[in-house]
């Protein structure tokens, strides 16, 4: 079956990519938007028979990018598209997986219910933050990981592998961090974390294993206000590390990478799945392309 890749306004340089990487098409989209801000959109491209791919992430405006997405596929639908898909590299509210106080919202949930309510049949994601979302679809979901670009990334960067260390950060990211240093062949060293559930504060509990001297690469999922970033970069240095090198797929606020060049982090490396304007690039941050992934 045919693809056509159909842009929201979250991501539109990864939609693009996208549609080099697999050969496809991208569809024309009209966005218009009524006095009181809603959006009325339409699909012009032809595409009866064909499998529409909508490529949206949900962050930065998530309410917003969010019913985006959902009058996108419901437009595809009133255009005849076969079968519709959505890509959502960041897949907003992922995090909300869980109802902590009586009257909450189980937001993750709700979602999810809304966008398989316009009838999109397959979700391609990355590196969900908690496997208990991927339980709540009935649609069909991928669950992509961004390991092989760090990888590969490194495979390139690292020539003499006595110097360098793999560190999982908190028991989220233990499993990353084993997949690449196993990847990798690097040694692995452990280091936990608690945080106070009222106030965010992390505080480092105890490091399993030896830094001095070594340039070490952590991992997680997504970074949010960096308050973990930065604190564990801080914590490597006083203990001896040489260089500080995170691995994360999502940057989640934009206004983080600002932090970076100031910071004790030597390289953020992190992926396009949400779009990262070139001003807010520094000499420190590297961008890998999530597209050559995404086999739809």
């Known amino acids: 079956m045919e693809k056509i890749i159909v842009s929201g306004q979250s991501n539109l340089p990864l939609s693009k990519s996208i549609a080099i990487n697999t050969g496809s098409k991208l569809a024309d989209v009209e966005i218009e938007y009524f006095a009181n801000n809603e959006k009325r959109i339409r699909i012009t491209s032809a595409l009866a028979g064909k499998e529409a791919v909508l490529v949206q992430s949900t962050i930065a405006k998530p309410d917003e990018y969010i019913v985006e997405l959902a009058l996108l596929a419901d437009a595809a639908r009133s255009a005849g598209a076969s079968k519709v898909t959505a890509v959502m590299p960041w897949f907003g509210y992922s995090p909300q997986d869980k109802i902590f106080r009586q009257g909450e919202a189980l937001s993750s949930a709700v979602v999810i219910k809304m966008l398989e309510g316009v009838g999109i049949d397959e ?11 991927q339980k709540m679809f009935t649609a069909d979901i991928i669950n992509h990981s961004a390991m092989p670009l760090f990888s590969s990334y490194f495979q390139d960067e690292i020539h003499d592998k006595e ?18 240093a196993k990847a990798v062949n690097l040694p692995i060293v452990r280091f936990d974390k608690a945080r106070d ?21 952590a991992f997680d999922d997504y970074v949010s206000t960096g308050g973990t970033l930065f604190k564990s970069a801080e914590y490597m240095k006083k203990r001896g590390a040489l260089e500080y090198h995170f691995c994360v797929t999502h ?17 953020l490396i992190t992926t396009n799945s949400i779009h990262i304007p070139e001003t807010l690039l520094s000499k420190k941050i590297r961008i890998l392309d999530l597209a050559p992934l995404i086999l739809i």
């Open 163 to 180: 110097n360098w260390v793999a560190v999982s950060v908190d028991k989220g990211s233990s499993e990353r961090a084993e997949e690449f």
């Open 123 to 133: 979700f391609h994601v990355f590196d969900l933050h908690s496997p208990l979302v």
């Open 251 to 267: 940057i989640v606020v934009e206004s983080t990478l600002e932090k970076v060049a100031e910071s004790s982090v030597d390289k």
């Open 197 to 217: 559930l009222q106030t965010g504060e992390v505080t480092f509990l105890k490091l399993e294993g030896d830094v001095k001297g070594k340039k070490v690469i």
